[in-house]
């Protein structure tokens, strides 16, 4: 079973810190089990020389849609998932009771009919638009922040602030948390040490969204397939790191799991799935420590950053975030773990 706590409202962030490398950060060394207060903008302090960061450039797509149903006027809430064809999309709809395959739904400038509703929470959706799609999503979607933060409604600010500065690969519909507290300052103090860094690309998915326990069978459900890619690039600057012994640290659990499912192979991976559930007793290949938020109490996130830590130390880390006062999930604080 995934790590429980009691997590009080009071310390879910709403807003990110400003300027976004202020945020606390709690470092966790493994070897003497010691837990150190300190801030992003001091990261390096606690890195070595020769460290390589790897940072995931996915960029977030404005996937959250408010419409109407044409039938009745009702109020239908879209979270976009994964383009299959052209104007065709996997999404999850609430409530998913009010609509069955044909129901029209209304948006600001186009609509979309439901062409599958499957059993699970997903259903497909067919658009019907008169501009691009790039176009539709930014004239009618908004930033997918989770529900936990202002009731899942995102304002202009969150299009700042639910993106990382590394930006570049559109595909997710949340965000690679971890990196958003990472500034152009910080990075440079990072160069400036001889801190290494890197990138690939995992597109985030609905798991964020989804209950960790199947409602169904009762068992815990897996993180769901990813899509990553690592370039021939990417792939020998990280097979150069750990020829020559030298650490790689993932900045966020994406990139963990993205790490660990390529995992030396040779060249260019593509496009990829991976279903990689990273859980107690995983053999780490890659990694060697994790950049990481805090997650929400029982989410599979935790098991992967108890895979690290140990459930004993995993609960110290958290007890002491709690007790002093740090902040929580996708715009809270962040801890270290080498």
Same mark, same amino acid.
């Given at each position: 079973?995934?790590? /429980? ?6 310390? %879910? ?9 202020? !945020?606390? &950060? @709690? ?8 837990? &150190?207060?300190?801030?992003?903008? /001091?990261?390096?302090?606690?890195? /070595? ?5 790897? #940072? ?9 849609? #408010? ?13 976009? @998932? ?27 400038? =186009?609509?979309?009919?439901? *062409? ?7 259903? %497909? ?23 936990? %933060? ?15 500065? #590394?930006?570049? $690969?559109?595909?997710?519909? !949340? !965000?690679?948390?971890?990196?958003? *507290?990472?500034?152009?300052? &910080? +990075?440079q103090q990072m160069q400036a040490k001889g801190i290494a860094s890197?990138f690939l690309t995992l597109h985030v998915g609905a798991a964020s ?20 890619? %690592? ?7 990280? +097979? ?12 966020? $659990?994406?990139? !963990? ?18 279903? @990689? ?5 995983? /053999? ?16 599979? *996130? ?11 130390? @995993? ?6 975030? &709690? ?10 604080? =962040?801890?270290?773990?080498?």
């Amino acid at each position: 079973e995934p790590y /429980q706590y009691k997590l009080p409202d009071t310390q %879910i962030a709403q807003r990110p810190c400003y300027p976004y490398h202020d !945020a606390q &950060l @709690l470092v966790v060394r493994r070897d003497d089990r010691a837990l &150190l207060k300190s801030t992003f903008i /001091q990261l390096s302090d606690y890195l /070595q020389a020769g460290d390589l960061l790897v #940072f995931n450039d996915t960029k977030v797509i404005p996937a959250r849609l #408010f419409g109407t149903k044409r039938s009745t006027g009702a109020a239908i809430e879209v979270l976009l @998932l994964r383009a299959l064809e052209l104007n065709q999309w996997t999404a999850l709809i609430r409530p998913k009771k009010r609509v069955d395959i044909g129901t029209i739904i209304d948006f600001e400038s =186009g609509s979309a009919r439901v *062409h599958e509703v499957h059993d699970g929470p997903e259903v %497909i959706l067919n658009f019907d638009l008169e501009v691009d799609f790039e176009v539709f999503l930014e004239e009618s979607g908004v930033m997918p922040i989770p529900p936990y %933060i202002r009731k899942g409604r995102a304002d202009s600010k969150d299009k700042q602030d639910y993106q990382s500065r #590394f930006a570049k $690969t559109e595909g997710s519909v !949340a !965000a690679p948390t971890a990196s958003l *507290h990472f500034t152009d300052e &910080l +990075m440079q103090q990072m160069q400036a040490k001889g801190i290494a860094s890197t990138f690939l690309t995992l597109h985030v998915g609905a798991a964020s969204f989804l209950p960790v326990i199947d409602p169904v069978t009762g068992q815990l459900s897996s993180p769901g397939a990813e899509y990553y890619r %690592i370039s021939d690039a990417q792939s020998a600057v990280l +097979m150069e790191a750990k020829k020559a012994k030298r650490r790689v640290i993932a900045v966020g $659990t994406t990139v !963990a799991r993205a790490l660990e499912s390529w995992s030396g192979l040779s060249g260019d991976t593509g496009l990829n799935p991976t279903s @990689l559930f990273i859980q107690p007793g995983h /053999q780490w290949r890659v990694c060697d420590g994790l950049v990481t938020n805090f997650h929400q109490p029982g989410t599979t *996130h935790l098991l992967l950053v108890e895979a690290l830590l140990g459930r004993s130390l @995993l609960d110290e880390a958290y007890q002491y975030a &709690l007790g002093s006062d740090f902040r929580f999930l996708s715009y809270g604080d =962040g801890m270290c773990i080498v």
